[in-house]
């Protein structure tokens, strides 16, 4: 079934993806089978991870759902026997489950004189539990499920994790610390990752997606009219490729590109920036 842009061959291995009921990783999910691997999609949102599952049963791959929160480490657990029972044993794992949450973001970019005793959420107004959730939905959702499936890959070769940083990581962007905290978190536990990982062949790296329009976010990226809000020209004023991302098109190659074992096989331990350019840019 090997139809992709790299020629990336993953006929045989049992590819695990968490956040598979989201937009950017049921795209994910659907590659990897697209590309020979039996596709394990694990979410909260069962129903959801369903679907996608279906969707690439249908297109003649293999594919099951696996109801899944990646903060519940006996659950992970289980779930991950599961999968081997039923998949077999997982040879790459994408930690995909991550996101943002409105209790941890502020309302302006910068403070205000009085913002902190007006109606503005201020950073002094974040509360603690939404930054717990937030730095443990990235982070610790992506620790979980690295301990509960690279049990399965010890001893084995040809088996490779690949973690779902941010820009973030990079440069914080403004309004959303406890993101850009994680994010940034996730990329350093990759590096360790693949250190610790080293001596038994597990490659470890990460993706840095840049801005990518997706029905998720359009919202958020453009007003009711087309016309894009103001945070997206200043997106776009600092992407010196002039525009967003295709994220059902060009994230694909960097994803098979890092799980390609012929490719990328002296390749551990990076974070690969897809971001027009974004990265580099100082805005001068």
Not at 197 to 222: C, M, W
Request: proline share 3%; hydrophobic share 40%.
């Amino acid at each position: 079934m090997v139809s992709n842009v790299l020629n990336t061959d993953l006929s045989g291995k049992v590819a695990v993806v968490t956040g598979a009921g989201g937009v950017l990783c049921s795209q994910f999910a659907k590659v990897l089978a697209r590309a020979g691997a039996k596709v394990a999609l694990l979410d909260l949102n069962y129903e959801s991870a369903r679907s996608f599952a279906e969707e690439i049963n249908r297109e003649g791959g293999v594919a099951r759902a696996y109801s899944c929160d990646v903060l519940n480490k006996e659950l992970c657990y289980a779930v991950a026997d599961k999968v081997e029972s039923e998949l077999g044993g997982c040879d790459i794992l994408l930690n995909g489950a991550g996101g943002n949450n409105p209790r941890a973001t502020t309302d302006k970019e910068y403070y205000e004189q009085g913002d902190i005793d007006s109606d503005t959420k201020s950073f002094f107004d974040l509360e603690k539990s939404g930054v717990e959730f937030v730095f443990n939905l990235n982070f610790i959702g992506t620790l979980i499920p690295t301990q509960a499936f690279a049990r399965q890959m010890l001893g084995k070769k040809g088996c490779a994790i690949l973690n779902i940083s941010s820009m973030n990581a990079f440069s914080p962007l403004t309004k959303i610390p406890a993101y850009s905290g994680a994010k940034a978190a996730v990329s350093n536990f990759t590096q360790w990752l693949a250190v610790h990982f080293a001596k038994e062949g597990i490659r470890v790296n990460a993706i840095a997606p840049g801005f990518f329009v997706s029905k998720q976010n359009y919202s958020l990226l453009f007003n009711a009219d087309g016309t894009p809000t103001k945070r997206s020209d200043k997106i776009i004023a600092a992407t010196p490729m002039g525009r967003f991302g295709d994220s059902e098109k060009e994230l694909e190659g960097a994803l098979l590109f890092l799980l390609n074992d012929k490719a990328a096989s002296f390749i551990t331990g990076i974070t690969l920036p897809v971001d027009g350019g974004f990265s580099a840019y100082s805005g001068v």
